[in-house]
Structure formats: C-alpha cells, structure tokens
C-alpha cells in the first residue's frame, strides 16, 4: 500500500508510553508551517519536491516527517493522540475500527463540508472506492457521525499476475490466463508435470489470504450473503462457505500452490516471482514497482482471479491505498485541508504517479497512469475493500478462518473442520458483545 493491509497494528503499553513521553513537548508551534506525518518511504522524496512548490506557491511551508517502518509509525501516531500532539495533518493504519476510534476520539476533521463545496469539485474529482474507504455512511457499525473523513492520496488492487514467458515454456497462450477455476486446475497440470512452481503470495500473513478467500465468497455467495455473515445471521458453516473453503483444497490437490507457501511472507513471494520462480503471484498493484526494481526485464501481466461461479461477479479488494486526515484541533486545520485539495489536484496526482509509480487516486489522472499500472486499474470496476464496508468482522474470527486455511493447504484440516471452528469463535464473539 503500502496498500492499508486489513489487520491492525498491535502496539504495546510500554512503547506507547514511551513514545508518548518523547512526544512531549514536540507540538508544531503556529507558525512553523503545515506538518505532515507519513510512513511512505518511497514517495519521501517526491513529497519534499511537492513541498517546495507548494511553498513557491503560497508561502506556506510544509514539512513532511517520514516514520518508517509503518508499526513504527502507527505507535507514533497512537502516542500523539493519547498526548494530544497530532500534527497537522496524518494518516492512519489499521482496520476500520481504529479509524473509527480516532473519529469518535475528536482526533479526524470531518472533510464533508470541504468535498461538497463548489458543487461537490474535490469529492467528484476522486474515484468513487478510493473515497469510500474514508466514508462512514449511514447506519454504520461503528457508531460514527457520517460523513468523509480523509483524503485519498492514491489507489491499489490486489489481483493475480502470470509469467508470460513461463506460460510459453507451458504450451499455453501467453496472453490467455485462465478465466475460470476449472481452467485454472488445467494449468496446474501442466506446471506440475513440468516441475515448476505455481502460485506464490504471501499466505504466511493472514490478511492476504482472507483476501483471497473473500474474493471467492464474493463470487460464490455475493455481497449480501457475506456482510449477513458478518452480521451473524449466516454461519461459516453454510454451504456456501464450505465451497470458498473447499477451493483451498482443490488448489492444493492440483499442484498449484508452492511449497512453503502457509509459511511465506510476501516479500519472498515477490522475489520468487520476480526471479522467474513461479508462473503466478497473488499480489497487489505496489509489485510493479517492486518486480521492476528486482527484475526489469520481467514479463508479466495481470488478470481477475478465475471465476469459481458464474451466479456473481468476482470482486478484489482495492481502493484506497494510502490517505491523508486532518487534525481536528489543529489551529491550522483550515490551512490544511486546503493543501489538501492541493495536493489531490490532478497536476500533482499526475507528478506523484510518474514519480511514485502509485495509481493516482484523482480520476482526472488517468490518462497518466503508467502501462504497467494499467492492467491493475482495469480491475477497480470489481473492487471491494472491508475498510469500505459498513460493518467489520471480528478479529479473532478472520485470525481463526485465514489459519484454518493454512491447515487446509497443510493437509492438517478438511473445509468442514475449519468451517466449524470458526463459527465457534465467531459464536462466542457475538455473545460477548451481547453481554
């Protein structure tokens, strides 16, 4: 994202304290310009040029502080809020429910007035998903007032990508990945008669293989069935979930998923990929960057997952991948939000994807996405994302059914096993909460 990955981060009361004793003190006095917090390592140096003209411009400095890596930036942000020393502007990381603490807190401005003023130009400027990410609507599950609260700096999507040059040593048609599941078995065939490794991603981290298992419920059950599930009026122990689980099995059976793939974070599955070590990857729209800094010569592209069913569409998790919130006590929260809508405007949107190789989240930018981003943006009419939604599943239920997946591949657990017992965590949840 860094894409916003789905699990929180967790962070420690000693480090929290600690930090936040350092914190003090360290408030941006009124008139040392607009501070900005950010743990985007890669786009530190097109930030300060951003600067730079920014201040040309109006006069105004910014000054964008770089906390990296992101765990290190998240207790930071977390320590300020606690001493009430945010700065002017940051981001957040987690799920939507510690975005939501943060609103509730009175720590986020809410940008609604801003992004419907003149005829709603900042709002209409930004894809719809990218904004939704940052949207509590009505009747959420959290409790928030609705309204927008952050703006998007740029976009991502999390798709399948194939080796084309694997796929001629297969026989197979290298501009013709499988579109179908049952296609997708066919070809683990071939990669397994020929020795070769299948599929990569980095299935040691539970958010990334909840993600691709709820890109299959999507497809399998819809939408509706899923969020019922969440709400607890649908057990994991539905058929139709039984069938997103099964998929695990049956992929593994083919011969499609790599060795060590329960156990291997996505940076291995990156450079596997990159090194011409496996024919597809499940990865999102950052890789090509990161596949263009590992291997430049590397020819690949990107493809939806293969349909299991054709009864709904299948959806990937996109939107936004990186935003911005405004301080709500800042004194210069006014100042900031309009380098805000400065910053989203399509002539820096259009520097920061050249720059950064990141989506621009400003639709205005299209025309300047890179070829190689291309193929990701093609995939954001069927994107989803569960910080989009108006309700988020419980924790320790996405932990329980993304390490029953793991047993699956592993060949330790069968579906019905792992479809059991998470509903028998997500059955003591809800019965906490309603106590």
Not at 158 to 166: F, G, P, R, S, W
Not at 394 to 399: A, G, K, S
């Amino acid at each position: 994202m860094r894409f916003l990955k789905a699990g929180a981060v967790l962070v420690s009361i000693i480090a929290v304290l600690s930090l936040a004793v350092a914190g003090c003190g360290q408030k941006p006095s009124a008139n040392s310009g607009i501070t900005v917090w950010h743990w985007m390592t890669d786009r530190e140096p097109a930030f300060m040029e951003l600067a730079k003209r920014y201040e040309a411009r109006t006069g105004i400095k910014v000054n964008f502080d770089l906390f990296a890596p992101s765990d290190t930036y998240s207790q930071k942000v977390r320590a300020a809020a606690q001493g009430d020393n945010l700065p002017d502007i940051f981001g957040i990381l987690g799920e939507k429910r510690d975005f939501a603490s943060f609103v509730k807190a009175g720590h986020i401005l809410e940008l609604t007035p801003y992004m419907d003023a003149n005829g709603s130009a900042w709002k209409k400027s930004f894809y719809a998903l990218a904004l939704a990410v940052n949207e509590f609507t009505d009747g959420n599950g959290y409790g928030v007032q609705p309204g927008i609260y952050g703006a998007p700096l740029d976009i991502m999507a999390i798709e399948m990508v194939y080796n084309k040059a694997l796929f001629r040593k297969l026989g197979l048609n290298p501009e013709n990945p499988p579109q179908t599941f049952a296609e997708l078995l066919e070809t683990a065939k071939l990669i397994k008669q020929a020795n070769m490794q299948g599929l990569v991603s980095g299935w040691g981290e539970a958010w990334m293989i909840n993600c691709f298992a709820n890109n299959y419920a999507f497809n399998i059950m819809g939408q509706d069935k899923v969020m019922a599930t969440i709400k607890g009026e649908v057990p994991y122990t539905d058929p139709d979930w039984i069938k997103v689980l099964s998929l695990f099995k049956e992929m593994q059976d083919s011969g499609l998923l790599a060795s060590g793939l329960v156990n291997m974070v996505n940076k291995t599955a990156e450079q596997l990929f990159a090194n011409e070590k496996a024919v597809f990857a499940f990865n999102g729209s950052w890789c090509v960057n990161v596949y263009k800094g590992m291997n430049p010569q590397l020819d690949y592209a990107a493809f939806l997952p293969p349909m299991a069913s054709t009864q709904y569409p299948m959806a990937i998790w996109g939107g936004a991948g990186s935003s911005f919130m405004v301080n709500a006590r800042s004194p210069k929260r006014e100042e900031a939000v309009k380098f805000l809508i400065w910053l989203t405007d399509k002539n820096q949107q259009d520097y920061l994807a050249e720059a950064t190789n990141n989506l621009p989240a400003n639709k205005q930018s299209a025309s300047s996405i890179p070829g190689s981003f291309a193929m990701f943006a093609r995939g954001l009419d069927q994107a989803t994302h569960p910080n989009a939604w108006y309700i988020s599943e419980f924790p320790t239920v996405i932990e329980a059914f993304s390490k029953g997946i793991q047993s699956i591949i592993l060949g330790e657990k069968t579906p019905e096993q792992v479809a059991a017992e998470t509903q028998a965590v997500k059955e003591r949840e809800l019965a906490r909460e309603r106590k």
